[in-house]
């Protein structure tokens, strides 16, 4: 049996993709978790592996993949990459026994995410799915109040997602072997996972996508082939337990940069009362009864981060520092030998919401969702 992990034994992570998000949040809670060391990072970029090897103070890095999963020196990956690389390399951290924390959306459709999930599940591997906004301390109050009975009976819910980005070329983002959808599986997808989380499963919806700009320039003005995937994307539906839900997000909001954050607004119009999230207040919710209007109101100290954790709550930018719950809770899982959530599952839930839309939009109809067994 392998020593349990703890400090004096930590936990050691290999980055798989090295661009923004890692650097962003992934690498930086790595460091910021007693029980967890960097001890890998692989990226296709050597040019990039040279840079990191620097600001990351890591020397075990490589552009193969496969090597990185066998790696017997790495007992967990965190993959960062593009979308349609998700699948190979998560079957490859499978099949070396390797923990697995995966960015959204886990895949391309729901038949490669579910491939992945029996992978590690099947191994009784820690899976995760990097769906950050579960993690802001405004969202853990809400689904308190929510689960506690304080908004009522859940009713109504209701999620806006406008971000102002030029319009210029998104890279891989904006084709569909690499990304598979835009707007949908970058920024939607996320406001489906934490609303199936909030309310349960979805039972029908009806889709909507569309495109507005071709993106045939890159940031540094090259010539680039247009864009294949929405820039807003939208989902009315219906819950299993009767409640209703709205979703629009789109990246062609003029107006709403809110410091880069952008905006996000999700509510929930409870019986008694209604709940609101904001990603760019995060240490706030709003509330209001009849006869009252919607206040601001601090979310508790328990609220603020996960137990046990070194995080400070009151350093850093708040729309950012909780981002790094996500490794800890990752750690933890494997730590506790439990499952991570959000998992896999979760991450499988949403993308098989997330194609049904395509689908309804495609067929100009509602799409009944189908139940998955764990
Ligand atoms: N959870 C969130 O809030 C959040 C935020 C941003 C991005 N993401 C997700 O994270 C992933 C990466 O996004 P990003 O913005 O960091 O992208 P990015 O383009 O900045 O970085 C991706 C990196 O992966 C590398 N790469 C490509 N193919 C590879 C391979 N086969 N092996 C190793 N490395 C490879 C690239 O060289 C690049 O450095 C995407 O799935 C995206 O949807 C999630």
Same mark, same amino acid.
């Given at each position: ?7 004096? /034994?930590? +936990?050691?992570?290999?980055? +798989? ?43 075990? #890095? ?11 020196? #790495?007992?967990? +990956? ?10 190979? *390399? ?20 729901? $038949? ?36 506690? =009975?304080?908004? $009522? ?59 507005? *700009? ?5 940031? %540094? ?15 009315? =539906? ?29 509510? *929930? /119009? ?12 995060? /240490? ?27 995080? %400070? ?7 950012? #520092? ?16 439990? %499952? ?11 993308? *098989?919401?997330?194609?049904? +839309? ?8 509602? #799409? ?7």
């Amino acid at each position: 049996m392998p020593a349990p992990f703890s400090q004096a /034994n930590p +936990v050691k992570i290999a980055i +798989v993709g090295a661009g923004a998000v890692s650097d962003y949040h992934h690498v930086p809670a790595i460091k910021l978790d007693p029980r967890a060391v960097l001890a890998g990072v692989c990226d296709a970029s050597q040019e990039l592996l040279d840079k990191r090897r620097k600001d990351w103070g890591c020397d075990n #890095v490589t552009t193969d993949f496969e090597r990185i999963c066998a790696d017997p020196g #790495v007992d967990a +990956v965190i993959i960062a990459t593009p979308n349609f690389t998700h699948k190979a *390399i998560t079957l490859s951290a499978a099949k070396h026994g390797k923990h697995v924390m995966c960015e959204k959306p886990l895949g391309l459709d729901a $038949g490669e995410v579910r491939a992945m999930y029996h992978a590690c599940r099947d191994r009784k591997l820690v899976h995760m799915t990097a769906f950050t906004y579960r993690f802001a301390p405004s969202m853990r109050y809400l689904r308190h109040l929510c689960k506690s =009975g304080a908004l $009522g009976a859940l009713r109504h819910f209701r999620s806006q997602r406008f971000l102002d980005w030029p319009e210029t070329s998104w890279g891989w983002r904006q084709y569909k072997k690499t990304a598979g959808a835009g707007d949908l599986f970058d920024m939607t997808i996320h406001r489906i996972d934490f609303a199936i989380d909030l309310l349960g499963p979805l039972k029908t919806l009806c889709g909507a996508t569309a495109r507005f *700009i071709p993106r045939t320039k890159t940031t %540094d003005g090259r010539d680039c082939p247009p864009s294949e995937v929405d820039d807003w994307s939208s989902l009315i =539906g219906e819950f299993t337990s009767g409640a209703t839900g709205v979703w629009e997000g789109t990246t062609l909001a003029k107006g709403y940069g809110l410091a880069g954050f952008g905006h996000e607004w999700a509510e *929930i /119009n409870g019986s008694l009362q209604t709940g609101v999230y904001r990603l760019h207040m995060p /240490n706030q919710i709003m509330l209001g009864k009849t006869g009252q209007d919607l206040a601001a109101v601090d979310v508790p100290a328990e609220f603020l981060k996960p137990a046990g954790s070194p995080r %400070d709550p009151s350093t850093g930018e708040p729309a950012t #520092v909780f981002r790094y719950d996500l490794v800890w809770e990752f750690v933890s899982a494997i730590c506790e030998g439990r %499952d991570a959530v959000p998992s896999f599952f979760d991450g499988l839930r949403a993308q *098989i919401v997330a194609d049904s +839309v395509l689908q309804s939009h495609q067929e100009r109809r509602w #799409v009944d969702i189908p139940d998955e067994p764990r």
